[in-house]
């Protein structure tokens, strides 16, 4: 598969998607997809891998496989490359195309509604140093899709592609819904690990006090 272009595409980014899936080709390879994406490579590979684990996200081991080049992705964004850098051995490798089309099918309403709400503004959300921190936390984001749980990843999965969507499209108030969905989540865990925890203690407790009681009937 050739390099990576560094193109410009003026073509809505749901007709790529489109115009990917139409081709006739069995076989659709990593190269083609970051030369069809062109100069949003970055903010589009986001959505991309980011709605793939997103929708593989029940299916146990699959992120782990598929989080790896969003991983990649998310780390050169962090570190600032101008232009996306893949390994040959990766462009090269493949999923049926009717796999992409099935996918794409499923997430494809409701990433036209959000390209068509979408637009240029709040351009300090998309700054250079907002891009690092975005790198950051995607990173971390993608490292917990990578992680086998199960259902687990589905919303760090879809706060990457939201946080690649607003990069694509220059939208600060979609990387501001990604933050805030972020910060929701972490909330949500925060509040779920301390649950349990407390849940878990009380019950330890219970049963250390049972065995005392028990102890205490045969001495």
């Known amino acids: 598969?050739?390099?990576?272009?560094?193109?410009?595409?003026?073509?809505?980014?749901?007709?790529?998607?489109?115009?990917?899936?139409?081709?006739?080709?069995?076989?659709?390879?990593?190269?083609?997809?970051?030369?069809?994406?062109?100069?949003?490579?970055?903010?589009?590979?986001?959505?991309?891998?980011?709605l793939v684990n997103a929708i593989a996200s029940p299916i146990p081991g699959s992120t782990t496989i598929l989080g790896a080049p969003m991983l990649l992705i998310c780390l050169q964004l962090l570190i600032r490359r101008d232009q996306l850098w893949m390994p040959k051995w990766a462009l090269r490798s493949s999923l049926p195309r009717e796999n992409y089309r099935a996918t794409i099918g499923k997430v494809r309403k409701p990433l036209l509604f959000v390209e068509k709400l979408s637009r240029p503004r709040l351009s300090i959300m998309s700054s250079e140093l907002a891009e690092v921190l975005i790198g950051l936390v995607t990173t971390l984001l993608t490292i917990i899709v990578m992680l086998p749980l199960f259902g687990g990843n589905l919303f760090p999965s879809l706060f990457v592609a939201l946080f690649g969507f607003g990069l694509m499209q220059r939208d600060g108030a979609l990387i501001g819904a990604a933050w805030f969905g972020v910060a929701g989540f972490c909330i949500f865990v925060w509040a779920a690990w301390a649950l349990i925890s407390t849940l878990f203690l009380a019950s330890a407790g219970w049963f250390l006090n049972a065995w005392h009681w028990i102890q205490g009937l045969f001495s």
Not at 9 to 29: C, E, M, T, W
């Open 1 to 50: 598969m050739p390099d990576y272009d560094y193109q410009r595409d003026h073509r809505p980014f749901s007709q790529v998607l489109d115009d990917i899936g139409a081709k006739d080709n069995a076989k659709l390879y990593l190269g083609e997809l970051v030369n069809a994406f062109g100069e949003r490579g970055f903010g589009a590979l986001m959505v991309f891998f980011g």
